[in-house]
């Protein structure tokens, strides 16, 4: 039996001349597809990004139980993949690896130290001002300086 998820989609979902499918305003910074026929894309601004987000996880749950409690076999709805220039996206992510510390396979420092650089890399095509805890990150886990 199938699964639907969420996945990642690492191309650019800036888009300065369209509209928040939250809100209206102009320039968007996060794009979510549904795989379906006709594809759904739903795009949004910096601020709209963090609900929707969350809102669509939920959705997804929400399908995926429906699904698993079905009596009847019921093929896997279509599936989501998500792109956003969005620091929230790197706080939750930076979570996750916090809680596999607690709990599962613990990130080796090189693992760490290569996503601190490439959080540093991209940090420029992010909306916004870079969180604290993310700069921390950065700084605990970036090779010393030459």
Same mark, same amino acid.
């Given at each position: 039996?199938?699964?639907?998820?969420?996945?990642?989609?690492?191309?650019?979902?800036?888009?300065? /001349? %369209?509209?928040?499918?939250? #809100?209206?305003? @102009?320039? %968007?910074?996060?794009?979510? /597809?549904?795989?379906?026929? &006709?594809? =759904?894309? @739903?795009?949004?601004?910096?601020? #709209?990004? &963090? %609900?929707?987000?969350?809102? +669509?996880?939920?959705? +997804?749950?929400?399908?995926?139980?429906?699904?698993?409690h079905s009596p009847n076999a019921t093929p896997a709805p279509p599936g989501w993949t998500t792109s956003s220039r969005s620091w929230h996206d790197v706080t939750r992510f @930076?979570? @996750?690896?916090?809680?596999?510390?607690?709990?599962?396979? /613990?990130?080796?420092?090189?693992? =760490?130290?290569?996503?601190?650089?490439?959080?540093?890399?991209?940090?420029?095509?992010?909306?916004?001002?870079?969180?604290?805890? %993310?700069?921390?990150?950065?700084? =605990?886990?970036?090779?010393?300086?030459?």
């Amino acid at each position: 039996m199938g699964q639907s998820t969420i996945s990642a989609d690492e191309t650019d979902p800036r888009e300065p /001349t %369209v509209r928040c499918d939250r #809100c209206g305003k @102009l320039g %968007v910074i996060a794009r979510a /597809t549904r795989h379906s026929d &006709p594809a =759904l894309i @739903l795009r949004y601004c910096a601020t #709209c990004w &963090p %609900v929707a987000s969350e809102e +669509l996880e939920a959705r +997804l749950q929400a399908e995926h139980d429906q699904r698993r409690h079905s009596p009847n076999a019921t093929p896997a709805p279509p599936g989501w993949t998500t792109s956003s220039r969005s620091w929230h996206d790197v706080t939750r992510f @930076l979570d @996750l690896i916090a809680q596999s510390a607690k709990g599962g396979k /613990t990130p080796s420092h090189e693992e =760490l130290a290569s996503i601190a650089a490439e959080i540093q890399t991209k940090a420029a095509e992010f909306s916004g001002e870079m969180p604290a805890e %993310v700069a921390v990150f950065i700084r =605990l886990n970036s090779p010393p300086a030459a």
